[in-house]
């Protein structure tokens, strides 16, 4: 079975502060997904990453970053949080051709 | 560019029924990818069933099967026998050629005993 790891379940950081979101993915996907979802929103894409090193700007990466050293570590950073950052933070794997992403099981982020 | 879009924001069925979930997209491709996910409340987004634009036939997995619509741009999703392990989030999803995936705004089902 595919497994994606997030780093935390639960985060609760201050404004201001610099914050590491971190997944790691044990089958050697190409790609890989942050995401954040919010109620009636769905999730929207923040940034991906289709192989070390490599990162492409999703639909809404404004205020993130990201990092890809290895293949199998994908981090999400966010270098100044602020409270509209708020948000259930999602990381996703996927092999190329048009294959399914697998999910972590999420990281509900609070920025106080 | 294309959208996903989910019109129904709840659902509730009883148990043992039949309970259909609509999804439409919209898109100038004619090759592409859709796939159904489950969030449930341990929050963990599940593959569902994935359907491939360039076959007519309907994809099922067991109680799940989809109402592929392609000139109509819909892709329903229908699940038969509904069990309480069937309450989720349900999102629906497009993929073209560039491997990302948008999603809908997802319709959150209860299953009622």
């Known amino acids: 079975d595919v497994k994606v790891t997030q780093s935390s379940r639960y985060l609760v950081k201050r404004t201001g502060e610099k914050v590491f979101l971190e997944c790691v993915q044990d089958?050697?996907?190409?790609?890989m997904f942050w995401y954040r979802q919010d109620p009636g929103l769905g999730l929207r894409l923040i940034y991906f990453s289709y192989d070390v090193k490599m990162k492409e700007k999703g639909d809404i990466p404004e205020g993130y970053s990201v990092s890809r050293e290895k293949k199998e570590r994908f981090s999400l950073i966010l270098e100044s949080a602020s409270t509209n950052q708020t948000s259930m933070y999602l990381c996703?794997?996927?092999?190329?051709?048009?294959?399914?992403?697998?999910f972590g099981d999420g990281t509900r982020l609070s920025i106080l | 560019a294309q959208t996903v879009t989910q019109s129904q924001p709840e659902m509730s069925v009883q148990e043992a029924e039949t309970v259909t979930l609509s999804c439409t997209y919209d898109?100038?491709?004619?090759?592409?990818?859709l796939f159904w996910y489950k969030q449930p409340p341990s929050r963990q987004m599940i593959l569902v069933i994935r359907q491939e634009a360039y076959k007519q036939q309907n994809a099922t997995e067991n109680r799940f099967s989809v109402n592929f619509q392609k000139a109509a741009k819909s892709f329903s999703l229908k699940i038969s026998d509904s069990q309480l392990g069937d309450t989720a989030m349900y999102f629906c999803a497009f993929m073209h050629n560039t491997d990302k995936l948008i999603f809908g705004t997802g319709t959150r089902l209860q299953v009622f005993p």
């Open positions: 898109t100038s491709e004619s090759n592409y990818y």
């Open positions: 996703a794997s996927g092999q190329t051709s048009n294959q399914p992403q697998h």
């Open positions: 089958m050697d996907h190409e790609n």
